[in-house]
């Protein structure tokens, strides 16, 4: 059974620095792993995919890097912002059935002005 | 940009009582999944359609949930009676077909939050 986890659950960090969200899952028979944007109370809002034979993707201050064979992905965020405050979710997109994803918990920013 | 639907954004209900939910999916999109969102946790997959067929529903507490999508388009999901423990955030997302989706993401819509009283 996957299982996929998000360390560390909550961080909080100054305005302008750069940091680092870990995801980590245990089965590596995946498609791809996506990283997800939740406010509080809101619905999740795609940030990033990785397909399985991609090393990373980025998108503006955003940039995610995989490496499956260790079950890991990483979420860099560079020069944070208050406006980044949110919960950030990684999932991955299983292989065979129903391909479904499968979510961490979550990591909980706070980017402080 | 193509957005998934879903109504009513917020619900409150007694429990015992019946409660629907609705979800609209990216035109095209012929793959539609349901999810719940407890507080805290991130979403598990309650029922997944491909079409009009259920692909995935063993997450589904059978008893009281039940989920159609009918002409293969929008799907309404309920859960009748409704108990405390329902209250949750309950999400919608769609994906293109299945044996392809391993190449795009799945998009979700706003959820709806219910609670049950």
């Known amino acids: 059974k996957q299982e996929v986890t998000q360390i560390p659950a909550a961080l909080s960090v100054p305005e302008g620095e750069n940091l680092v969200l870990n995801c980590s899952f245990t089965d590596s028979a995946i498609y791809n792993l996506q990283w997800f944007r939740q406010d509080p109370g809101k619905g999740l809002t795609s940030l990033l995919l990785i397909q399985s034979s991609q090393r990373e993707q980025t998108s503006g201050r955003l940039n995610a890097s995989l490496d499956k064979s260790s079950g890991r992905s990483t979420l860099y965020i560079a020069a944070s912002q208050p406006g980044d405050s949110a919960t950030y979710l990684c999932?991955?997109?299983?292989?065979?059935?129903?391909?479904?994803?499968?979510f961490g918990k979550g990591t909980k920013l706070t980017v402080n002005p | 940009e193509a957005e998934v639907a879903q109504s009513p954004r917020y619900k409150i209900t007694e429990k015992s009582q019946a409660v629907a939910f609705w979800c609209d999916p990216i035109?095209?999109?012929?793959?539609l999944y349901w999810y719940r969102q407890i507080l805290g946790q991130g979403p598990e997959l309650l029922v997944q359609f491909q079409d009009e067929s259920v692909v995935d529903d063993s997450q589904l507490p059978k008893d009281r949930f039940s989920a159609e999508r009918l002409k293969g388009v929008d799907s309404t999901l309920k859960i009748q009676p409704a108990e405390l423990g329902d209250s949750a955030m309950y999400l919608c997302a769609s994906s293109p077909r299945l044996g392809t989706s391993g190449l795009y993401a799945q998009y979700f819509g706003p959820g709806t939050r219910l609670t049950v009283t």
């Open positions: 035109s095209g999109h012929a793959t």
């Open positions: 999932a991955v997109r299983t292989q065979g059935g129903s391909e479904k994803l499968v």
